[in-house]
């Protein structure tokens, strides 16, 4: 699976026209990257229906050489039941997560993560996965490039609590889950966390 043409052909010439306006000097060159950024606009909001100026904004906001943006995921296990929170956003639930935070490891990240979102405290154990948002099947698309790191990690202690970003906090069995939000989180995913759960000596997956 992956995104529409559109969507990464947008994305392509805004990366582009970003890195190009952090680096151009020349007022000519400054134009032109500017005109590829507005028609990285225009195609992102012909393809998704989305207002033009309120993505053209979007664009105007980032700034320096573009890479793609970093979500932490942590798979934490009460027995053969895996922790899964519902999103106040949509309703649907999903592994513990969220935009990785400047200052902060991935593995610490991905902590407080669990911990703001559920109420649980873990420490990640294993770098299971490293998967490219956009080859993976999440619906729906972002108008940014993605990575995923999904870690597995060891309950140390808390209590089910939500939070702002959650509703209600659960353990789930495999064969139990509830509807996720896919956007954050897909079925496929979930079982690789239970395989390497069963088996630790499972090699990282990365695409």
């Known amino acids: 699976m992956s995104d529409p043409d559109w969507l990464t052909w947008a994305r392509e010439l805004q990366a582009i026209s970003q890195t190009g306006l952090t680096f151009a000097e020349n007022h000519y060159d400054i134009e032109r990257y ?6 990285a606009a225009r195609m992102m909001a012909a393809g998704s229906g989305r207002d033009l100026a309120a993505v ?25 039941r895996i922790l899964l929170v519902r999103e106040a956003t949509d309703g649907g639930w999903a592994l513990p997560g969220g935009w990785a935070d400047v200052n902060q490891s991935p593995a610490e990240c991905v902590a407080r993560e669990i911990a703001e979102e559920s ?53 789930f069995p495999l064969d139990g889950l509830p509807e996720l939000s896919l956007g954050r989180t897909l079925p496929h995913q979930i079982e690789r966390m239970f395989a390497h759960r069963r088996d630790p000596s499972l090699p990282t997956e990365f695409d």
């Open 119 to 171: 109420g649980f405290t873990a420490r990640p154990a294993k770098l299971v996965a490293v998967w490219d948002r956009s080859r993976q099947g999440h619906v729906p698309p972002l108008p940014f490039h993605v990575y995923k790191l999904f870690f597995l990690c060891d309950l140390l202690g808390g209590a089910a609590r939500p939070s702002h970003e959650t509703t209600e906090v659960g353990f």
């Open 34 to 39: 500017r005109a590829v950024s507005l028609l």
């Open 56 to 80: 053209a904004e979007l664009f105007d906001r980032q700034t320096g050489y573009a890479t793609p943006k970093v979500d932490v995921r942590g798979a934490v296990f009460r027995d053969e």
